[in-house]
């Protein structure tokens, strides 16, 4: 590469990396499952503006959001109805995790031996995955 190109490049270099920069990254915890996600703080700000300052993973934001879509909130939900569903999910999300640790485990190790053992086949077959929730 010539000094000329690196020289005509520089200016577009300077810039994505000034424009990584001001994208930080956060660490952002589900106030419902726990699960703990990498993003940007402006996505974060977005997520807790939408769910009354608090921050959910994609499936449980999308889980709180069909609650309130059922109780007739939609995105206009008054903060003590979003506060109200997302405490209806945590239940959820701590009632399933308490009966079951593995649960989640289990349910990813067979989907994981379904499509490892469906992946070279080309006939289709049926396959049964069995979830078992026990009480503690």
């Known amino acids: ?20 920069t ?17 993003c940007t703080a402006a996505y974060a ?3 807790r503006a939408r769910f009354a300052g608090q921050w959910l ?6 889980a709180v959001g069909e609650d309130l879509a059922a109780a007739g909130g939609g995105s206009a939900a008054a903060s003590v109805e979003v506060e109200a569903a997302i405490a209806r999910h945590a ?3 701590r009632a399933l995790f308490c009966r079951s640790p593995a649960a989640a485990e289990r ?15 080309k006939e289709k ?8 929730l026990q009480e503690a």
């Open 1 to 20: 590469m010539s000094a000329a190109v690196v020289q005509d490049l520089a200016p577009a270099i300077e810039a994505a990396v000034q424009a990584a």
């Open 22 to 38: 001001a994208a930080e990254v956060e660490w952002a915890a589900c106030a419902c499952c726990g699960l703990r996600e990498e």
């Open 45 to 47: 700000a977005g997520v």
């Open 57 to 62: 993973c994609g499936l449980c934001g999308d």
């Open 91 to 93: 239940a959820f999300c």
């Open 107 to 121: 349910l990813i190790a067979a989907v994981r031996r379904l499509l490892r053992s469906e992946s070279g086949r």
């Open 125 to 132: 077959a049926s396959v049964q995955v069995v979830l078992e």
